[in-house]
T-cell receptor, first 113, second 109 residues
Framework: EAQVTQNPRYLITVTGKKLTVTCSQN?????MSWYRQDPGLGLRQIYYSMNVEVTDKGDVPEGYKVSRKEKRNFPLILESPSPNQTSLYFC????????????FGPGTRLLVL | DAKTTQPNSMESNEEEPVHLPCNHSTISGTDYIHWYRQLPSQGPEYVIH???SNVNNRMASLAIAEDRKSSTLILHRATLRDAAVYYC??????????FGAGTRLFVKA
């Protein structure tokens, strides 16, 4: 089944403790992206990647890192999480060409204490 | 970056058609118009997309204005399962993507 998977789905952590949220897709998509969703603010793009080793900032990249060493994986790294990074995170992938659909993962709900 | 404007919320009766509008006055010639919807506790899912011509699929229809500055998502017969937040976004080659606040659709039985 074609899908985007995220792990973990739920995470509670404390301020400053490094964490990684994994994202994997099995559709051979070139384009992958991370979003965060907060009440009243909708979905905001954090980072995106057009292909292996090619990444760029979205609208809200501060406090996040990403890497794209393999086509199928696009982990989101929070080196020193803070409470304002408490949010619902979505990973998405697509073929990347104009007009192509983005497929979204199920989401990761993060609480930073 | 091109942005879209949608009403915050709309209501519909079950089994009736719904027209969800979207304004995108700064659209460029290469921007595709995409619609996604987000059901409660789920990630966004694709609904439909188009460039210039009207489009139909099994979920909905997309009507695009001749000047491309606006579009309308049409659900032909709303069901309770269509209650969701609908997002209209512009997409050029799948790069930077900007979601607006979307339209929350309420469907009354």
């Amino acid at each position: 089944e074609a899908q985007v998977t995220q792990n973990p789905r739920y995470l509670i952590t404390v301020t400053g403790k490094k964490l990684t949220v994994t994202c994997s897709q099995n559709m051979n998509h070139e384009y992958m992206s991370w979003y965060r969703q907060d009440p009243g603010l909708g979905l905001r793009q954090i980072y995106y990647s057009m292909n292996v080793e090619v990444t760029d900032k979205g609208d809200v990249p501060e406090g996040y890192k990403v890497s794209r060493k393999e086509k199928r994986n696009f982990p989101l790294i929070l080196e020193s999480p803070s409470p304002n990074q408490t949010s619902l995170y979505f990973c998405a992938s697509s073929l990347g060409r104009a007009g192509e659909t983005q497929y979204f993962g199920p989401g990761t709900r993060l609480l930073v204490l | 970056d091109a942005k879209t404007t949608q009403p915050n919320s709309m209501e519909s009766n079950e089994e009736e058609p719904v027209h969800l509008p979207c304004n995108h006055s700064t659209i460029s010639g290469t921007d595709y118009i995409h619609w996604y919807r987000q059901l409660p506790s789920q990630g966004p899912e694709y609904v439909i997309h188009g460039l210039t011509s009207n489009v139909n699929n099994r979920m909905a229809s997309l009507a695009i204005a001749e000047d491309r500055k606006s579009s309308t998502l049409i659900l032909h017969r709303a069901t309770l399962r269509d209650a969701a937040v609908y997002y209209c976004i512009l997409n050029t080659g799948g790069f930077k993507t900007i979601f607006g606040a979307g339209t929350r659709l309420f469907v009354k039985a």
